[in-house]
């Protein structure tokens, strides 16, 4: 029996965005084995028929003594359980598990990429140092002979060929996680309530949540009958994070509502009208648009790698240009008054997700990926 070992910052992470592909893996007939840091997710990950295995790391920030602690955990869990091939997910899961794959010369290593992050998102100018660094840690860490690197959009795919990280014979583009088209089944628009624009999202000012309330403050004034909600939590272990401070306002003001982090994303998203994410972050393909597509909710998203992967202009959604207030109030104004056009949209993009970005679509490729590298070795 094969083995893998998934390498992963959190089990909620896990659960939400991986683990689909362990139980097809499992069901495939190899022995699953997943590293990451435990917590009220675990059990589901165990329940699922994986040998879970406690790794602590910092998801973020670099601490020396903690980080070589991580590695040198992670290389005897390597040691121990002699994978044949490792399924690397998350950045520091990436470099981390990329280095000692060589070093302890395990068979096959898939690199899953889930976008680039804040670093690259844009190529800012301040980030030109941590850039380069990050290059040259990528191109150590994934010198595998027997790799194939998982990316989730094409800009994502051409800057690994062009930083020289992979050929284009060693990567796979990926529609995302996918979603569970059974549990994501699609729901018609309440006809019960306000016309709602909802984002869903972690918190942060790069997925967009500022322009978001901005544009809702602009509509308002037009459409004072509409209601805009916020879902999601506040991560202040990252430093783009929106403050509790800046929700209450916000709140206060009557300009959008806050329903906090929701695990019941179905019912949740059930009860807008319009999904919206005018994000500027390092995206890979954000799974919450394909959640929204298997709901039935057309969206209005930024042009923007990841997004436009799934989103087409005209099609299951709306594209505006990154960080343009009135291009995006245009675009959801559109939207709100016109119920057929959300419909036809909300419809197409149903259909879209149930043509290639279901888990079942999304395993069975991953599957694909792992018998050509262990058939390679």
């Not at 997910?89 to 010369?105: P, W």
């Not at 909802?198 to 037009?222: I, P, T």
């Not at 291009?327 to 997700?353: F, H, M, T, W, Y």
Request: aromatic fraction near 8%.
């Amino acid at each position: 029996m094969k083995r893998i070992l998934f390498v992963v910052n959190d089990s909620w992470f896990f659960v939400s965005h991986r683990l689909p592909l362990a139980e097809a893996a499992i069901k495939a007939g190899y022995e699953v084995h997943v590293a990451a840091i435990p917590d009220h997710r675990t059990q589901n990950i165990i329940d699922a028929g994986a040998i879970f295995h406690p790794w602590q790391l910092s998801a973020r920030g670099l601490n020396v003594f903690g980080e070589l602690k991580s590695i040198f955990a992670l290389m005897h869990l390597i040691r121990t359980i002699k994978p044949d091939l490792l399924h690397l997910v998350t950045i520091k899961s990436v470099l981390f598990g990329g280095i000692l794959s060589r070093l302890l010369r395990v068979p096959a290593v898939v690199f899953a990429i889930s976008g680039m992050g804040f670093i690259f998102a844009g190529e800012r100018r301040s980030h030109a140092p941590l850039r380069r660094l990050a290059r040259v840690l990528y191109r150590v860490a994934m010198g595998h002979p027997n790799k194939c690197v998982i990316v989730q959009n094409s800009s994502d795919r051409d800057h690994f060929i062009r930083s020289k990280l992979a050929s284009a014979d060693q990567l796979v583009m990926m529609p995302g996680s996918g979603v569970d088209l059974t549990h994501f089944s699609y729901v018609p628009p309440p006809t019960d309530k306000p016309i709602t624009v909802m984002l869903a999202s972690r918190l942060l000012r790069d997925k967009g949540v500022e322009l978001f309330v901005q544009a809702s403050e602009a509509l308002q004034q037009k459409h004072n009958h509409c209601r805009f909600v916020l879902v999601g939590s506040i991560d202040e272990k990252d430093q783009r994070y929106v403050t509790k401070a800046e929700l209450d306002q916000w709140q206060s003001m009557q300009i959008v509502e806050w329903w906090g982090q929701r695990d019941d994303m179905v019912d949740c998203i059930a009860q807008c009208h319009i999904f919206c994410l005018p994000t500027t972050y390092g995206e890979g393909l954000p799974k919450v648009l394909i959640e929204a597509g298997a709901v039935g909710r057309p969206s209005v998203v930024s042009q923007w790698p990841g997004c436009a992967e799934i989103i087409k202009q005209d099609v299951n959604g709306l594209l505006v240009k990154p960080q343009e207030l009135n291009a995006l109030v245009s675009a959801l104004n559109r939207l709100i008054e016109d119920e057929s056009l959300r419909q036809k949209l909300g419809q197409r993009a149903r259909a879209i997700v149930e043509d290639g970005f279901s888990v079942t679509f999304v395993a069975k490729k991953t599957l694909t990926v792992y018998d050509t590298l262990l058939d390679n070795h």
